[in-house]
């Protein structure tokens, strides 16, 4: 692979329509079966994919380490068009059923991304500061907060029951399951929900 400038792959992924995305640093590449070709990647130097958010037949999105969202277009010649978001600093981004791409920044801020733009969501004051978002299998996005665990009703988060005996609970990590259960750590405990 003459084109593989870089021999350190850090990325390595494949999308919905079979194109392999190999990451080297801060480099991007795609075979599509027949040959790899390089990609004008538009994030900083230095910065490197952290993941394949979304992934359709003419468009993918990417997450970078420095909390950049990257948008890839598939143009009808077959080559892709990039363009990225600003960075925002290590953050956590999830995807919800309706496609809506979600971003957790450092602070404890909610943001909801509209293409690559970013619209701050507020939560109840009551809620305290997210310290942890994720989806599970079915596309909803569940916040874990200083005093509670938050699920997506729509666009907004509404709270769930805390534990038998607790008031409120400082949620630090939630882990979905396929079968729709979700686990949760909350207090240096962990428990399970189920619906």
């Known amino acids: 692979t003459p084109v593989l400038q ?4 850090t990325f390595l992924q494949a999308g919905a329509n079979g194109t392999l995305w190999v990451g080297t640093g801060s480099r991007l590449y795609a075979w599509d079966g027949w040959r790899l070709t390089a990609q004008p990647w538009p994030v900083a130097p230095g910065d490197q994919i952290d993941r394949l958010l979304i992934s359709r037949t003419n468009a993918v ?3 970078t380490v420095q909390g950049c969202l990257v948008r890839g ?6 080559e892709w068009r990039w363009a990225s978001s600003l960075p925002a600093g290590p953050c956590l981004f999830a995807v919800d059923a309706h496609g809506e791409i979600w971003r957790l920044t450092l602070g404890g801020k909610l943001w909801r991304m509209n293409g690559l733009e970013a619209k701050r969501v507020e939560i109840s004051d009551d809620a305290g500061l997210i310290n942890y978002m994720t989806a599970d299998a079915s596309g909803r996005v569940w ?5 509670q665990l938050l699920e997506q009703a729509g666009n907004q988060f509404q709270p769930v029951a805390p534990p038998p005996g607790k008031s409120s609970c400082s949620v630090t990590d939630i882990d979905p399951t396929r079968n729709g259960a979700i686990w949760v750590v909350a207090d240096e405990h962990l428990w399970k929900r189920e619906d």
Do not use: A, M
């Not at 277009?73 to 077959?78: D, M, N, S, W």
């Not at 916040?143 to 005093?147: I, Y």
């Open 6 to 9: 870089d021999p350190n792959v």
């Open 61 to 63: 999105y990417f997450t």
């Open 143 to 147: 916040l874990g907060t200083e005093k």
């Open 73 to 78: 277009q598939r143009l009808p010649v077959g």
